[in-house]
């Protein structure tokens, strides 16, 4: 089986909250400094991406896909994104999300568009912290420059929402193709619109240049603030603490691990995206110490789910994706 659509029409945190118990994500919350106002250089030369909104046109529906277009018309274009943290050490296994309308100035989902996902899709960081995208080259609605939506994510916790725009002069040659032509150039140019405010915005601009198939080729650079140590447990105020799975995302099996301050009893039970429990891993008395225990999706379908753990007092959940 193929990665395909997961979970199409359901955020995350909308999955969470149906959850029928306590849904706790504050360890990732005080381990990442998500970025908000502003693009911030680290000493050694790397930088943030500057946060912006998002947009009314954003859907979490998980299109887990290179090819975005659902053979939409436009003239091709093969984005190359990477992110990166604060040292320019690259960033694996995070989720890209990148979402934009067509050349009509229409986005899927919306208007007479409802039930569609075209130009919409996520991408997994390889190790070089790379995603690619195949779509084509974005058209312009009244008041706003041509740009193209992103999100940054490890499961439900988002890094930064963001946009990116091109060059005006790349607009106008674009526009003045054939299968854009009709609508002409874009009234809003970069320094125009309110959300780059300027017609070089940094780090929000992306460099597309011609390729050898009759398209373009685009590159940008994320720069994401993260915890040194990701897939390390974060301990609580009484000493247990639970990791985040790795990996992750996985298929087919994945490794949890938590620490027992002291000789404790456990369960740890694994629910779908619906609150729905799938099955129960652990439920005995461990001893004080560092455990780790081994998950395998094999006979479940891709998607999203919670994994609970129960020791004492101490309860916890976190997300993970089994994509196949």
């Known amino acids: 089986m193929k990665r395909r659509n997961l979970i199409k029409g359901i955020g995350a945190f909308g999955i969470a909250s149906m959850l029928p118990f306590k849904n706790t994500f504050g360890a990732i919350d005080k381990a990442v400094k998500a970025i908000r106002n502003e693009g911030l250089e680290d000493s050694a030369g790397c930088w943030l991406t500057p946060a912006t909104t ?12 290179m090819d975005i277009t659902e053979g939409r018309p436009g003239l091709a274009l093969r984005m190359n994104i990477n992110v990166i943290d604060a040292q320019c050490n690259p960033i694996p296994n995070v989720l890209v999300d990148v979402w ?16 569609q996902t075209f130009m919409r899709g996520t991408q997994i960081t ?5 995603v690619f995208f195949d779509t084509v080259y974005p058209g312009w609605y009244p008041g706003r420059a041509t740009h ?17 725009c091109f060059p005006d002069s790349l607009n106008n ?8 032509s009709g609508r002409g150039p874009n009234p809003t140019t970069n320094a125009a619109d309110g959300v780059f405010h300027n017609s070089n915005p940094q780090y929000l601009v992306m460099n597309a240049v011609p390729n050898g198939t009759g398209g373009y ?52 039970t694994v629910y779908d995206g619906f609150g729905k429990e799938v099955m129960v891993l652990i439920d005995k008395n461990q001893n004080a110490g560092i455990h780790e225990i081994n998950f395998i999706g094999e006979n479940l379908s891709s998607g999203y789910y919670f994994y609970k753990l129960e020791a004492g007092e101490f309860i916890q959940t976190k997300e993970m994706l089994l994509l196949k």
Not at 54 to 65: A, D, K, S, T
Not at 102 to 113: E, K
């Open 217 to 268: 080729d685009g590159n940008y650079t994320i720069g994401i603030d993260v915890p040194t140590g990701i897939n390390d447990p974060v301990e609580e105020a009484n000493g247990y603490s639970l990791s985040q799975n790795y990996p992750n995302p996985f298929n087919p099996s994945t490794k949890i691990k938590y620490v027992l301050p002291v000789n404790s009893k456990v369960k740890i």
């Open 148 to 164: 193209i939506h992103f999100k940054v994510r490890l499961n439900s916790f988002t890094y930064v929402t963001s946009q990116f």
């Open 54 to 65: 998002e947009g009314p046109y954003y859907l979490n529906g998980n299109l887990v896909r």
């Open 173 to 180: 040659i674009i526009y003045a193709t054939p299968l854009y």
């Open 100 to 115: 934009h309308c067509d050349i009509n100035g229409d986005y899927s989902g919306y208007n007479a568009f409802v039930g």
């Open 126 to 130: 390889d190790a070089t912290g790379t």
